[in-house]
């Protein structure tokens, strides 16, 4: 058992013991063999063996218990090698040893042994740092001094058996066992049964009791019998395993969105009897210089000649046949080779779509050519390379030329990033849809027909014209094609595009002595290509790749970017320049709309904003819908006036702009101020600052509060407040607070203002006329609405005050709020007999005093 020992704390361990205690198994019939690496870590002393002294249970059965460990030397242990350390002041005095974790002493030992063997490693290269391997190679040769003597990386370690008393208050050693001498001795202990017993008996069948565990000892005959089913359960299991797997991956292949087997339920045909067959005019002895551009349209493209053309899912496809009509299946490694080309997916890299079968055990109805198996891939509609450069009326540029072969070029640079090999490159293998762009098709052919064990048809003369020479010379190789090869091949196709001939049409030659002449030289047999029909750099690399030797010639990344810089990385496809300039100016288009849209919209938010800061919301969005704003009455509001004392001096003693200024400043602040509250700016003329709470929106009688709580914020940013032309001249305001009803709406269509009527607009300026310097005047209703809400607001009796056209009333001044600590400014003192509503003439500067002097001779107050 290896498991934790419950002297470490092992909860494992402490449940089986107890267990077993309760079942009766620690009575001295059965002994238990823990491996605890850690138990070494302990110390033979009272405060190890605390947890047993603590639970006679556990005492009990753990006097059943030999404990193998790693043996240390008498005084060996984590725990006295730190009582050392604290005798020598090494350590604290104060550590508590007990609180130090077992695992101490392993990872000491560990860490020192790596550590030495680091050393080692970089000692014997100089200093260097090195790869883990050399580390492993001096610790394994090491021999360091560790907690339990020497450490050892190639060395294992003694081992001790360790058992305890009967009273549980002792840890002795008995055995040790060392593996690296083979021997087993004692340590002058001998083992402590329980219950003063001696252990098992020899016999094994009889280490049991009968009635509680087994009937003593197993019969050989029965383990023969259990190993048996055994195996045949496993070889059952893994045969129906196989079978289903079988089965889900057939049915995956032939139903669902993925499925790679076709039949005629999936594939409409043009001509179920095949596609027509054409003969090729010239004999098969006839030069290739008589074939060019004329007598190329005459050469059958191989494709449609070995194809049918159908309809599947609505697309065009073109459908390979194998060799051979008796395709009575498709056999599990030419699926799972199909399954990893139809995986490739690039733009210049014809898709295949499916394995039609027609007629055999994976098919389920019979076609036109019992046991027809075909490779089903895309239909491009322009045909092959071959039949584009046999067609006349098509004017081929080198722009149009080079974008056909670059796309060659990358369409076989991905198959050879894929690991894949054409092996049959030619003209008549890359097809053209319909914007231009060349695709190579037929790739991975040779893989199909291995996996199906279909030997392929024997080449002609005509179709080895592509082949390499090292390949010709070696038949297995050029069925499974190379990527040198596939160099050779995209040569000749180039000579081929340049040329717009037949390979080697420039050459008085059959194609039967062109491929021995290829196959056997000297002399070389290259085609021939003139200076003029292409440049320099695409000659140059078109005799690369006809090197000889394969590993002269260049790979198909290294052929991609000499290609590319042929043409200085100018994009070569006519269609696609004309079709990416649609893209762009359509992209363009598009961008230059969504921007005026964004500024539209953004000009209507601002235009939304400047018309929600002069009307209520609400009230604005009723007159863009054109529906008219009747007015409303509110049974209680509080408004807010006030204005600058003095505000006539200081405009007389200023310039118009610097006025301008002064207000703008004074109001932006204001502005900041009511932001924070709920309330409503209902407008400002001149000096005069009006605002109302409670409307347009109905608050309750929070409309009290808020303006109250304003008035406070707002008397206290005045206090700091300084005009820029004239910062010595202290700007006061008097405010005036009054509640109750009023009737809104909006007056005029040139210029729509939202307006408050009634009584109460009349009361509350009147307030803030009849007020003074920083002070907040405030009208009985507004007080009696405030002490109901009881929100601490702090007020004091001015007394009678003569309003005009209401006569006498009480007034209060609103001096603070209960938690309000924001400096208030002081206002200034009374002068008996001024009015109080201007300003002093020491508080002028002498500069601006004259300037007031000559506007208004004598004159030197307020409003």
């Not at 040893?97 to 030992?109: A, C, E, H, K, R």
């Amino acid at each position: 058992m290896v498991m934790h020992s419950v002297l470490l704390g092992g909860e494992e361990q402490r449940c089986l013991l107890e267990a077993a205690e309760e079942l009766g198994l620690a009575d001295g019939s059965l002994v238990f063999l823990p491996f605890d690496t850690l138990h070494y870590a302990l110390s033979p002393g009272p405060e190890t063996l605390a947890v047993l002294a603590n639970s006679s249970q556990l005492r009990r059965a753990h006097d059943a218990v030999l404990t193998l460990t790693r043996h240390c030397p008498p005084g060996g242990s984590v725990l006295d090698s730190l009582r050392r350390a604290q005798e020598h002041q090494e350590l604290p005095p104060d550590l508590n040893l007990q609180q130090v974790s077992p695992l101490f002493g392993t990872i000491y030992d560990a860490v020192f042994l790596l550590a030495g063997g680091v050393a080692r490693a970089r000692a014997a290269v100089g200093g260097s740092w090195v790869s883990g391997a050399a580390v492993a190679r001096h610790v394994q040769n090491a021999q360091v001094s560790g907690f339990c003597g020497v450490l050892g990386g190639a060395e294992e370690a003694p081992f001790v058996v360790l058992d305890t008393d009967e009273a549980g208050d002792r840890l002795f050693a008995t055995y040790v066992l060392d593996p690296t001498r083979g021997s087993f001795r004692s340590a002058g202990n001998p083992v402590h049964f329980p219950r003063g017993g001696q252990g098992p008996g020899p016999d094994p069948s009889c280490w049991f009791d009968p009635n509680t565990i087994c009937n003593g000892g197993v019969e050989p005959g029965l383990v023969f019998i259990g190993f048996l089913l055994v195996v045949g359960m496993g070889l059952t299991g893994a045969f129906l395993a196989h079978y289903v797997r079988h089965r889900l991956l057939h049915i995956q292949m032939v139903s669902g969105p993925n499925k790679i087997i076709l039949t005629l339920d999936d594939i409409t045909f043009l001509h179920p009897q095949g596609g027509s067959s054409r003969k090729v005019a010239q004999g098969s002895r006839s030069s290739l210089a008589a074939r060019s551009v004329s007598d190329i349209r005459s050469v059958p493209s191989q494709v449609p000649e070995s194809s049918t053309i159908g309809l599947y899912e609505g697309d065009w496809v073109w459908l390979k046949k194998f060799p051979g009509d008796q395709h009575i299946a498709i056999r599990p490694a030419t699926k799972t080779a199909f399954s990893k080309l139809r995986e490739l997916r690039h733009e210049n890299v014809a898709l295949y779509l499916g394995l039609f079968l027609a007629g055999g055990a994976d098919s389920t109805a019979a076609a036109p050519g019992e046991g027809m198996l075909a490779v089903v891939s895309e239909h491009c509609a322009r045909g092959s390379l071959h039949d584009l450069l046999a067609q006349r009326d098509i004017k081929l540029d080198w722009m149009f030329k080079s974008s056909l072969l670059l796309d060659l070029i990358k369409g076989m640079r991905y198959l050879h990033h894929r690991g894949v090999a054409h092996g049959r490159l030619k003209s008549r293998n890359c097809v053209v849809d319909g914007r231009f762009v060349l695709k190579v098709t037929d790739h991975g052919h040779g893989r199909l027909l291995e996996a199906q064990k279909v030997l392929p048809e024997p080449p002609s003369a005509e179709d080895q014209l592509w082949t390499a020479p090292e390949l010709l010379r070696d038949p297995a190789l050029e069925r499974r094609g190379t990527l040198a090869g596939d160099v050779f091949s995209l040569g000749i196709i180039m000579q081929e595009v340049v040329c717009r001939s037949a390979p080697y049409a420039m050459l008085e030659l059959t194609p039967e002595e062109v491929v021995q002449k290829v196959q056997s030289p000297p002399p070389l047999c290259r085609p021939l290509v003139s200076m003029d029909q292409a440049p320099m750099e695409c000659i140059q690399l078109m005799k690369q790749c006809w090197a000889e030797q394969p590993d002269l010639r260049p790979s198909m990344d290294r052929t991609f970017d000499l290609f590319k810089s042929i043409n200085k990385g100018r994009k070569t496809n006519i269609i696609d320049s004309m079709l990416r300039m649609l893209e762009q100016y359509s992209s363009n288009l598009e961008d230059l709309i969504r921007e005026r849209t964004e500024e539209l919209e953004l000009e209507k938010q601002k235009t939304d904003q400047l018309l929600t800061q002069m009307l209520p919301p609400s009230v604005a969005e009723a007159l863009k819908m054109g529906t008219p704003v009747e007015p409303e009455y509110f049974e209680e509001v509080t408004l807010y006036f006030s204005d600058i004392v003095g505000f006539t001096t200081i405009s007389a003693m200023s310039e118009p702009i610097e006025v301008v200024d002064l207000l703008n400043d004074l109001y932006t602040l204001f502005d900041a101020i009511i932001g924070s509250h709920d309330v409503y700016k209902v407008e400002t003329i001149g000096d005069a600052y009006m605002v109302a709470s409670g409307l347009p929106q109905r608050n309750g009688q929070r409309h009290a509060a808020e303006i109250a709580n304003m008035a406070l914020d707002i008397l206290s940013a005045v206090g700091s407040f300084r005009m820029r032309h004239m910062p010595e001249v202290p700007v006061r305001i008097r405010i005036g607070l009054h509640s109750g009803p009023c009737v809104a709406g909006v007056v005029g269509l040139t210029m729509p203002r939202y307006c408050l009527f009634g009584d109460t607009v009349n009361t509350a300026s009147r307030m803030e006329s009849t007020g003074l310097p920083y002070r907040i005047h405030v009208n009985v209703s507004t007080v009696q609405i405030l002490r109901a809400l009881d929100e601490g607001f702090q007020t004091e009796v001015r007394g009678l005050t003569e309003l005009k056209g209401k006569g006498a009333e009480d007034t209060y001044w609103l001096v603070g709020r209960r938690g309000f600590h924001k400096p208030i400014p002081k206002p200034p003192d009374l002068q008996p007999g001024a009015s109080n509503h201007g300003i002093n003439l020491q508080e002028i500067p002498p500069e601006r005093r004259r300037k007031l002097e000559k506007a208004r001779p004598g004159q030197f107050f307020g409003k």
